[in-house]
């Protein structure tokens, strides 16, 4: 869903007041999207005539149709720093900071949140790699001195907020950038012990905000084993990903420079389509499965399975 802020100017008799700004919710969906051949290569020069779009089994109009890498990206770095997790990072730096010196243009901006039981934002919104590999060397070194997000001073005795650590910096950072594509890195291993939200709830906020999530998984088991928690930490972060319409990667197989790459691509050489929904219930909260394909056979559309509807409402403030 999108928000239009429109100006409304009044004038009577030479006597004017301050512009009030009118937020009214537009009926609008967007969706990002990544399109791959067999061989995992991306399609590219593909156009909205090689696509159709159904939400809840009925066909739409593409109103909107752009390649991402012609719009500004939003991204949020979102950082495990709890007691199975903290050291993983500091092994990647130089990986991290090639991936964000190559996907980060100068329109492009980035943020840096590292959680355990709270999240601390690290470095705000900013287009500089330096600023933000800055920021998680000082996080590394002194984690007390960083703002927090979401609910302040909450008393939290466990030790990770991992959706938390989704949901607040969508609501809180994304949710109110209105143009672009958008999207977090997660580098964790989807377990969670403190968190005030579930991920239903993370994976609501994601979807309605138009965010891709992806996840980077380390996951530390039990002598080399998985144990039962282990498990059901992959599968959370695997079906984030797929509801968002993005990936999740096991940083322990394959190379993790080759994962940075994939997203990048991803990130970089993908789509963005908007469209208007035609069936009139649309706005009644529910959830709106959206099927997205392409025309051509062997392609596969990889972008967020819905969204939750939101009433339209219009409010002067």
């Not at 009926?27 to 090689?50: I, M």
């Not at 998680?136 to 997000?149: I, M, S, T, V, W």
């Not at 695997?238 to 990667?249: H, K, P, Q």
């Not at 529910?286 to 972008?303: D, H, M, N, Y």
Request: hydrophobic share 40%; net charge negative; proline share 4%.
């Amino acid at each position: 869903m999108r928000t239009l802020v429109v100006m409304i100017v009044f004038a009577t008799l030479g006597l004017s007041q301050e512009p009030l700004p009118l937020h009214v919710d537009v009926n609008l969906v967007n969706v990002d999207f990544a399109v791959r051949d067999t061989q995992g290569g991306l399609a590219s020069h593909l156009t909205r005539d090689d696509f159709e779009i159904l939400e809840d089994g009925v066909p739409q109009k593409i109103e909107f149709f752009s390649r991402t890498a012609d719009v500004p990206l939003t991204l949020g770095l979102i950082a495990d720093f709890s007691g199975s997790q903290e050291h993983f990072l500091k092994r990647h730096h130089k990986d991290l900071q090639l991936f964000l010196s190559e996907v980060l243009g100068p329109n492009d901006r980035a943020f840096l949140i590292c959680f355990g039981n709270h999240l601390r934002l690290a470095s705000d919104l900013t287009p500089s790699t330096s600023d933000l590999m800055d920021g998680l060397k000082a996080f590394e070194h002194d984690d007390r001195h960083f703002p927090e997000l979401g609910p302040a001073g909450e008393d939290r005795e466990l030790g990770t907020a991992f959706y938390d650590a989704i949901y607040y910096p969508v609501t809180e950072k994304l949710e109110r950038t209105v143009s672009g594509q958008k999207a977090l890195i997660v580098f964790s291993d989807g377990e969670d012990n403190s968190s005030a939200h579930d991920m239903m709830d993370a994976i609501e906020a994601a979807q309605t905000a138009n965010v891709r999530v992806y996840g980077m998984r380390y996951t530390e088991g039990n002598h080399g084993r998985l144990t039962a928690r282990n498990k059901y930490g992959i599968r959370v972060m695997d079906r984030i990903a797929v509801e968002t319409g993005a990936a999740a990667f096991d940083a322990e197989q394959g190379d993790v420079k080759k994962w940075f790459d994939e997203i990048g691509e991803d990130l970089r050489s993908s789509y963005s389509l908007a469209y208007y929904p035609t069936t009139p219930q649309s706005q009644d909260g529910s959830f709106r499965k959206i099927t997205l394909r392409a025309k051509k056979p062997g392609l596969a559309v990889r972008c967020k399975t819905g969204y939750f509807a939101r009433p339209i409402h219009a409010s002067a403030r």
